[in-house]
């Protein structure tokens, strides 16, 4: 099979597209098929025989090669750290390819998973599973290809597919031979939910997914796609200064499922005893991490599934945007893709809100209603591309918890607000009417804990009964798909929707273990691991109003902005926004430790000027 195109297999520079971008996306033809249920896409041989060949012909490539596996998954996320885990990935392709430490680094960790706002997670993923799908089609050499969508809502499809799970395509685990190992499997995944092929262990898997785990309710029940918190919209929001923020359908049943297939692989690291020697350790599979998902082969077929999902919302009656971000936000360019031919693809976010304009249908879709259509934007604004200021919203801790507290996997854990942070929010001084309450939970260790999810009540009083996500309690589930590193601490925060609960006498804070998986055929659920390790629990006020950055002067540059959009939010991931703003890699360094530098408080403008004029 041949790839045309400026990238033909092992060849191909990089360099040779990184100056300009084509203007412009070529929508699928309408003779392509339309995205069907895994389980029917399986069971018509060639479909399967085409994926595979795409797949198996995609990983053939140079790794610096745009069309190549590697390159795609590096464009969700790839892991350049030397001394973290996921590091294998990239050292494989460069031993393979030294032009791998060429590439411009604004293609790859583009996935709105580093910092980004919560917003951005869908139109970014439906972006990357087009442009994806038509770099596979290409490769299978079938011109009406679409990719199908992993369809585990149905409890007849809570076993992880068969077709991704099988290492050996004929059956006998000693055939090793090149044309016999499945393109479609990986290693790195959780091994009793995934794996279809071990000689002591009879009927693999053992485990499939649980209900909690492919829950899409309260996704599918929001009316607004923009929530005036990150966690009410079905799509986020863009005035989060947290990077743990998630929209509802990220949240569920998107991350879950990063997690559980990923899962937690027994002794696949070295690591270190207290005496320096090297040990055994174990490590999260590739699905469970943002810097190693994409390399997974299930991963597209999960976004796909995740795309229909938003799809099936958007034409439902009664659904609306919610709180709209300005008309620029729309019109900006951060995001870099390439099409089947090679070309560097560089559209506004607006380009990738309406699925049937990229051509893009399902089977199962609902032809006779429309998707909600974004409202037209004032031709002034199409070319506003700076002297924009990013809404932040500003948080200030009120009251703390308990720190160093365990929620264990098998039964509730249940914190009573002591005195002294009972004293503390009553002793607060701020307007509820400009203000709303959040509940931030400080977890570390999530690198290692196993496949249980925990959902978060608060309530009036330490509870007597079963807590249900449908309980006006329940203020979400612990985000198990975040990149954390060894032993960091990560947080998130709940918004705290009926505020008179913290005036109750003794409010309480409950952590329910909530089963990801099963076992098949019984149903028993999976509670089986670590306990949740919590580092601290405080209440926060945040602005109910969306304040935007001080300081912005109209004749700033771009860069310029970003930086002091990036300082005021005091953002984990610097290098991740300068990133798709400066286009010199060595400079981008040096302004990320700058910009450390000043990480206990906001950069001004002059701060900003200057870090402009260092780096550029």
């Not at 917003?119 to 970014?124: H, K, R, S, V």
């Not at 099988?166 to 055939?175: A, I, T």
């Not at 409202?375 to 500003?394: E, N, Q």
């Not at 009036?460 to 329940?474: H, I, M, N, Q, V």
């Amino acid at each position: 099979m041949k790839v045309a195109g400026a990238f033909a297999a092992g060849g191909g520079s990089v360099r040779s597209v990184a100056a300009a971008c084509t203007v412009g996306i070529t929508p699928n033809p309408s003779s392509v098929m339309p995205r069907m249920p895994l389980e029917e896409f399986v069971e018509t041989a060639s479909l399967l025989d085409s994926l595979r060949r795409g797949v198996r012909e995609m990983k053939k490539r140079k790794p610096s090669d745009p069309l190549s596996w590697f390159f795609q998954a590096a464009i969700h996320g790839v892991q350049l750290d030397p001394t973290d885990l996921g590091y294998k990935y990239y050292k494989a392709a460069l031993d393979q390819d030294p032009g791998v430490a060429q590439v411009d680094q604004k293609y790859w960790n583009q996935c709105p998973h580093f910092g980004q706002h919560s917003a951005d997670f869908l139109p970014w993923h439906r972006a990357y599973t087009f442009h994806f799908e038509q770099i596979l089609r290409e490769h299978t050499g079938d011109s009406n290809f679409s990719l199908p969508y992993w369809n585990y809502g149905p409890r007849t499809n809570r076993k992880f597919p068969k077709a991704f799970g099988v290492q050996h395509l004929d059956g006998n685990p000693g055939n090793d031979a090149d044309e016999n190992i499945n393109p479609l499997f990986m290693k790195e995944r959780d091994f009793y939910l995934t794996y279809y092929e071990h000689p002591l262990i009879p009927n693999m898997p053992l485990l499939e997914l649980s209900d909690a785990v492919v829950d899409n309710t309260s996704a599918l029940a929001t009316d607004i796609f923009f929530g005036t918190t990150e966690d009410t919209g079905i799509g986020g929001g863009i005035a989060d200064n947290n990077p743990g923020t998630r929209g509802l359908l990220e949240s569920r049943p998107h991350d879950n499922i990063h997690r559980v297939v990923g899962g937690i692989i027994p002794g696949a690291a070295v690591g270190h005893d207290q005496n320096g020697h090297e040990i055994e350790v174990d490590a999260l599979g590739a699905m469970a991490q943002p810097p190693t998902a994409g390399f997974d082969p299930i991963f597209p077929v999960h976004h796909t599934n995740i795309d229909w999902i938003w799809t099936q919302w958007s034409v439902m009656p009664g659904k609306k945007w919610g709180t709209l971000p300005d008309a620029s936000w729309f019109m900006e360019r951060p995001w870099f893709f390439f099409d089947a031919k090679g070309n560097c693809i560089n559209e506004p976010r607006k380009s990738y809100f309406d699925h049937r304009a990229l051509g893009v249908k399902f089977k199962y879709e609902d032809l006779s209603s429309m998707p909600l259509p974004l409202p037209s934007f004032p031709a002034a604004l199409v070319v506003a591309d700076s002297g924009t200021a990013s809404r932040i919203k500003s948080t200030q801790a009120v009251a703390t918890l308990d720190s160093r507290i365990e929620a264990g996997s098998a039964q509730n854990t249940t914190i009573v607000f002591p005195s002294r942070t009972l004293d503390a929010l009553r002793l607060a001084s701020f307007d509820r009417s400009q203000k709303r309450l959040l509940l931030r939970i400080s977890i570390t260790g999530l690198n290692r804990l196993p496949i249980v999810g925990f959902d978060v009540h608060l309530t009036r009083a330490a509870p007597s009964g079963e807590l249900k996500r449908t309980d006006p309690s329940f203020l979400g589930s612990v985000h198990l798909f975040v990149h954390a590193h060894h032993d960091d601490e990560v947080f998130q925060d709940f918004t705290i929707q009926d505020p008179t609960v913290v005036d109750s006498a003794s409010p309480a804070v409950t952590f329910v273990p909530v089963a990801l998986t099963q076992s098949i055929g019984t149903g028993r659920p999976n509670l089986q691991g670590s306990p949740l390790r919590i580092t601290s629990i405080s209440v926060l006020t945040q602005d109910q109003s969306d304040d935007k950055v001080r300081n912005i002067r109209p004749n700033m540059s771009r860069m310029e902005q970003v930086i002091l959009i990036a300082g005021a939010l005091r953002e984990p991931s610097i290098k991740m926004v300068l990133k798709k703003y400066d286009e010199q890699a060595a400079t981008r360094a040096n302004a990320s430790l700058v910009i450390s530098g000043r990480k206990g408080r906001p950069l001004n403008a002059d701060d900003a000027g200057s870090i402009a004029r260092m780096v550029q």
